[in-house]
């Protein structure tokens, strides 16, 4: 008879995997992949693939040379990261700045903390507000959709609903005519507005978060606080008056909200552990989104808003627990 | 909506191939090695000797202390020697092995099946008869049965608990006790209930045994205060924890017993070895057995008598299969590895569990990629990502404080951490490093 495994319980194994999972999110951004395609056309197409190619290329370079370990790109993660950062590009740019963006996102969003883990910030978004800050007037002209199909670095450009917005009511319009200008929120809704690679089509972005969900990929936690927030966040300065702030429909629909809410800030290792923290997390995610909107420089403020909040995660991780069985001591009946 | 435990839980695939399958009593081996610590507690003391004549139901070693628990001859014949063997823990331990000659049985205990369901017993009589009987908990924990029905002063129970949910996968043996002994069940649940004093008693089962729960509410209508709920399939329900939490929603509190509300928890198995001890006076020397896994030709549950070597079992559900590459003492989720199949049955064995080669090797360990998984599943609302980081590194304080002890070492994140890690092998080593500091503290 062959030897006997002696090994501590327990003998069996769910089979999740760390590839089920990455490869799990990769297949719920597919919707939105094919929005951006019909969208935007072959720009679409020449980004995500330099992301994504060079997301992986220098996750294995960087593993292979300088940790030299057993690079790990199987895993899917770093294709992952490619891919949320093309999302989070317009389509008009150029291979070389994507290429950089994505030896930032690796290099120093993922590696420079000891790689898949440790990072403490979304590495997509590390690369993308890099990109931002140092090349402010590449990563703010956005193609116009549905005009581009087969253009690239030449399509014409046009605002996004934001950058309408930001700048109309700075220049003393009003709510009501502003939004004139803007899709209708069925269209806001289909991702029929300029913006970023897979950003826009709020419908396919769903359609990824019902799939997580239902693969228990990521639980509701997040990505309902975030949207919930800035719904009624942003709702209430409606109310309060109309005509200097736009609607809750228009805040969640427009920008990055939903690629943010569903994909970017549901990042496992740069979010908190606990429900309770989750929670917390998406809901000063939200805040902070509306903050820089409506107060900040930017017309845009998911990624910062992102960005800051993974800061807490370590602080919230240590002073927000999971509920402990037996905390509500319950007493016998009589 | 179906009654569950409130905090994690997993859905292990349930296998139970063995379900069905009548009891089949296991013909009496030629030897027989009985351990001597086979329980919760400090071992027994031997009351036999090399060469000395026993027959089925003798008591051959004796309890040594209130948290202990009496062992009675499960065969007649001549006691061989007293040695150490290799049991199901792994390590050599002393055991009485007798050598087999003819099957006869102790004349006080009663042999027929007749059910007898008057209790002439007093609540402490019926305490006193359990703990003579040898008697511990048969879900696997082995606690002496006794103990758990002497309420301490000052604490109050009101309600009795029967644990029927069998929630590790694979394993039947509960299930098809109350297939066939369900009648027997119910006067022992009576019996505990007298000695407890209280008038109440919930079966738990999980709701994949539709049949025992049709079952058991079909006979418990005859009998008052008893009745059965019908549980959520969940791991681990079978947690008294757990379990006290589903049936009744009342949470036990850190590091206290479930008497603190009020509840005593005892399996079905082992109602149905009080039955027989107190209606009966059979002390425990036989149990049901369930023999599985994916490649074992004859899934059954045996009723086996304590001291027979599982290769036994093994050979009477179709032999060993070619690609075994684990045997486990219980089940999938909280049985034990086995070193050799020489081990003997003992009280606590609720089955036999022959894993195949592929799924018996574990995956390589991955990075921990914070999906906090491990904490959703936790019953016990544990972080045992953090748990294991702390006893790798060895900060045992804040193991403390991150309530380490309260693990019920039930599996559910090991189980489902995608990244393979072997957190419980961590929290283990931290719960034992964790407890002796605390017992240091007290001393
Ligand atoms: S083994 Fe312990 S830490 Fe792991 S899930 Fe079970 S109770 Fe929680
Ligand atoms: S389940 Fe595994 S990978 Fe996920 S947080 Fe827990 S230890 Fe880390």
Redesign the interface.
Known sequence: ??T???????????G???K??MYGVILALLPALAASLYYFGLGALIVTLAAVISCVFFEWAIQKFLLKTQPSII?G?AALTGLLLAFNLPTNMPIWIIIIGSLVAIGIGKMSFG????NIFNPALVGRVFLLISFPVQMTSWPEQSKNLTSYLDATTGATPLSIMKEGLANGESVSTLMSKIPSVTELFVGNMGGSAGEIAAVALLVGLIFMLIRKII?WHIPVSVIGTIFVFSGLMHLANPEAYAGPLFHILTGGVMLGAIFMATD????????KG?IIFGIGIGFITVIIRVFGAYPEGVSFAILIMNGFVPLIDKYI?????????????? | MLKTFSLGGVHPEENKFSAGKKIEVLPVPEQVSVPIAQHIGAPSEPVVKKGDEVKVGQLIAKSTGFVSANIHSPVSGKVLKIDDILDASGYKRKAIIINVEGDEWDETINRSDKLITEISLSPEEIVKKIGEAGIVGLGGATFPAHVKLSVPPGKKCDILILNAVECEPYLTADHQLMMQKGEEIMVGTQILMTALGVDKAVIGIENNKPDAIAHMSELAKKYNGITVESLKVQYPQGGEKQLIDACIKRQVPSGKLPIEVGAVVQNVGTTYAVYEAIQKNKPLFERVVTVTGKSVTKPSNFMTRVGTPISQLIEAAGGLPEDTGKVIGGGPMMGKALTSIDVPVTKGSSGILIMPEKIATRKPIENCIRCSKCVSVCPMGLSPYLLMTVSDKAIWDRAEEEKIMDCIECGSCSFTCPASRPLLDYIRLGKGKVGQIMRSRTK
Do not use: C, I, Q
Not at chain 1, 115 to 118: P, R, S, T, V, Y
Not at chain 1, 268 to 275: A, E, L, Q, R
């Open positions: 008879m062959n006997l495994t002696v090994s501590p319980s327990p003998h069996v194994h769910s999740d995997s760390v089920k999972n895993d993660s790689g898949l883990g440790n639980t496992y290792v740069s979010s908190p552990m606990s429900k989750m627990k999971p509920k402990r069985f037996g905390e509500v001591v319950k007493t016998a009946g009589k």
